[in-house]
């Protein structure tokens, strides 16, 4: 649970493009909540820290008797925090979404498992979420079970496999997303419906709808005053967590106009190629993975785009975050990919992808002349019109 907490944790700070340009209004008063718990087998003279993980403020306490109390403001309203006691780990930990109020956690230890969590109502229903959401029962596990299966087909190059796993998994996710709606829609005044909210539905008109809809506790939670005033509640969140594969802290998200960085990768014989080698031209970047279902549908609008200027002053080039080179050179030859295909193997920890902030895939950048960004994340027919209106452009480089 801490784990897929931490992939979509940040989810709830990445919807900064539908601010709006009032600011928050925050309350001045003082309200706490209440942490106390007592684990049987919990170990003595062991600090727990509490924290918060978008911003990394924590408070902490010792077990003292396999007990310890932790009592913090909660003056910005609700959020998600990490319950850890002792050294991380997921047997360690657990996720808890708090508000004002009280919590009582009890069990027989040495951690959270199979314990009783008894207080305030939010925390009766964070219980029904954490069960909604959970990747150890029901949908969610079948939907881990498929992602592991995906990636095992990937892996050795079975596409037929991988796309039935992909379909199924898509099922079952749609049925998840269903239940979080529901959820919501009977919850339309907790705190948690803006959690289900930011990090299960992904349409930005159809979270905007689903907001509009809360009632005003619910909206003025932590988590959906982040999302109604980004940058004005609480900086920007530590680190990400992403797709297949971890992101080990992501850099600055790259803005239009900004200068491209350099890197130099190799490609599919080894030669390395750097973004330098294409000064003066346009020069179209598509970050994918060959166990990427959502990239697929990418192909026939990348091929377009391609066959049509590739004879201009244009460059189109693929960054790979896969890690198998088996499974990437099939999947090149199979989709029959013309263009410029650069892999360091090295899954999200390529460091192209690191140096344009790349938390997911499909994702691609385009690049002008003058080496700045001129556009990000196209897809479908968008990449081809967004080309036609470059080079239709009196200004723009030809050869």
Known sequence: MIRQFLTVAVAISSFTAYAQEMGPKISTKEPTVTITAKLDNAPNDTMVILMEPYTGEFDSAIIRNHQFTITRPMTKGGSVYILQIGAASEKSGTVLYLEPGKINITGKGPFFKDAKYTGDLWVKEWQEVAKLTSPHEGDGKRLVELEAMYRKAMEVGDEDKAEAYAKEGGEVEARMVKSYKNWIATHRNSGISGYLMTCYIKSPKERDSIYNT???????????????????????????????????????????????????????????????????????????????????????????????????????????????????????????????????????GDTAATAYGISYVPSNVLIGPDGKIIAKDLYDEKIELKLAEQFNNPTALTK
């Open 214 to 348: 809360l009632g005003e506790h619910a909206k003025a939670s932590r988590i959906l005053m982040r999302y109604k005033y980004p940058g004005k509640v609480d900086p920007s969140p530590l680190t990400v967590h992403v797709g297949d594969g971890e992101a080990p802290g992501m850099p600055k998200q790259l803005k239009v106009g900004e200068v491209a960085p350099d890197f130099s990768l190799p490609d599919t014989n080894g030669k390395m190629v750097s973004l330098s080698d294409f000064k003066g031209k346009y020069v179209f970047i598509d970050f994918w993975a060959s166990w990427c279902g959502p990239c697929k549908p990418q192909i026939p609008f990348l091929k377009a785009a391609y066959e049509k200027y590739k004879n201009k002053n244009f460059a189109m080039m693929a960054i790979s975050l896969d890690s198998k080179r088996e499974a990437w050179i099939k999947a090149i030859e199979k989709h029959e990919l013309p263009w410029l295909n650069l892999s360091s193997l090295k899954g999200w």
